[in-house]
Nanobody, 125 residues
Framework: QVQLVESGGGLVQAGGSLRLSCAASGRSLSSNTMGWFRQAPGKEREFVAAIRWSGRSTSYADSVKGRFTISRDNPKNTVALQMNSLKPEDTAVYYC??????????????????WGQGTQVTVSS
């Protein structure tokens, strides 16, 4: 069984930065795509970013492109999300996830089987 634990969330002013981390345990995830999703109150959980096993291929939602950077450290079994130039609309609970199913795209939450408990990010204006 895979456990994912996110950390690094908090309250920040607009224009500020936060770095989220996700630590995985239970098995090595070095061959899996890892993703970050977020869910704001009253909204669907949405894709933020994903990174393939090698770390060389990444994808981002249009809303965060150029501001967020996803990275991974396979020996440490961790994935991170550096968030810069934060906006109030980035406020949400952020989840890391492990992609297991190859049927759907990296942006599709149906691809992801294991999820963390989430970490709250609040951006004040």
């Amino acid at each position: 069984q895979v456990q994912l634990v996110e950390s690094g969330g908090g309250l920040v002013q607009a224009g500020g930065s936060l770095r989220l981390s996700c630590a995985a345990s239970g098995r090595s995830l070095s061959s899996n795509t890892m993703g970050w999703f977020r869910q704001a109150p009253g909204k669907e959980r949405e894709f933020v970013a994903a990174i393939r096993w090698s770390g060389r291929s990444t994808s981002y939602a249009d809303s965060v492109k150029g501001r967020f950077t996803i990275s991974r450290d396979n020996p440490k079994n961790t994935v991170a999300l550096q968030m810069n130039s934060l906006k109030p609309e980035d406020t949400a609970v952020y989840y890391c996830a492990v992609k297991v199913l190859a049927l759907y795209g990296d942006y599709d939450r149906r691809s992801y089987t294991y999820w963390g408990q989430g970490t709250q990010v609040t951006v004040s204006s």
